[in-house]
């Protein structure tokens, strides 16, 4: 009799666990699930809360992985931390932690999280969702951590090298918050430079690496350096317009008009419709 008893119980828990995972993954599927079916007739939010497994219910960490995800995805940030926090330490997990760190605005831990998990789209992501909003200030503060912990690791070399690019890119930004000859502006360009100068030791051949420095240069009015970078340039990129053009700008800044006007003319040759060409053209009046 007990022995019956004791399968009878085993067999109730076994149909209780199958029967949330199922109920669960009717959640995981409902973007595909069939016209008519569960997932399609009922409300999303009334079969959250149907679906929805008590935490001592045992699902795969896969399963619990969808269901956090989804929690996050719409919000319900209490339900995707009480998912995690039963999952076990892994880079999905780290992922999510990031996630639910940005969802709270936390931004630094969402960084620590995602850098945890080797998650450097994510990094990106969180870091120009910060520059789209207008928070330079606290991007330029992320980049420079995310910088720093790649070049600890000496296999992130390509990827350093992007992240100096754009930590380059954000320092500028935000030297254009000051005014032009103010201490702080002089600053923030020259923070730039430097950071561009980095991502071109690492990639001497990345064109745009050379390009971004170069001009950087031409700001800090370090014409012979810019010129030195939009010759190597060139030279990385033989049919590119930027190059000429950005030699064009160095001889207008030192006011040697023919010699803009040669290079202009060059560069036309190669791209009229570039910026960079319009740009120069703009400036010699034509």
């Known amino acids: 009799m007990l022995g019956k008893a004791l399968v009878a119980t085993a067999a109730s828990v076994l149909v209780a666990a199958l029967g949330a995972i199922q ?8 973007a595909n699930a069939q016209r008519g079916a569960w997932p399609t007739i009922v409300p999303r939010d009334l079969a ?55 969802a709270r605005g936390n931004a630094g831990a969402a960084l620590q999280a995602y850098l945890a998990a080797d998650d450097l789209a994510d990094v990106e992501r969180a870091i120009s969702t910060l ?14 951590d995310l910088v720093r912990r790649l070049a600890a690791d000496p296999t992130q070399i390509d990827a350093l090298a992007q992240a100096d690019f754009d930590l380059g890119r954000l320092e500028e930004t935000q030297a254009y918050q000051f005014m032009v000859g103010t201490g ?59 190059p000429p053009a950005g030699l064009g700008t160095v001889a207008l800044a030192r006011g040697d008009l023919p010699a803009a006007r040669t290079y202009l003319d060059r560069a036309r040759a190669l791209d009229p419709a570039s910026a960079a060409v319009r740009r120069l053209a703009h400036a010699l009046g034509e």
């Open 131 to 144: 520059e789209t909003r207008g928070r330079i200030g606290e991007a330029l503060a992320l980049q420079e």
């Open 184 to 242: 702080l502006r002089h600053a923030h360009e020259s923070a730039a430079a430097g950071a561009y100068a980095r991502a071109v030791e690492l990639a001497p051949f990345e064109e745009r690496y050379l390009i971004a420095f170069a001009n950087q240069e031409i700001n800090l009015r370090e014409f012979d350096a810019a010129v030195r970078a939009f010759e190597r340039a060139r030279d990385a990129d033989p049919t590119s317009a930027e």
């Open 48 to 102: 959250a809360v149907v679906e929805r497994p008590a935490p001592a219910v045992p699902l795969p960490p896969v399963l619990r992985l969808v269901l956090a995800r989804q929690a996050l995805a719409r919000g319900d940030l209490a339900t995707a931390e009480g998912e995690l926090a039963l999952l076990a330490p892994s880079r999905d997990r780290l992922a999510l932690v990031g996630g639910l760190a940005e």
């Open 23 to 30: 109920a669960s993954s009717a959640i995981v599927l409902r």
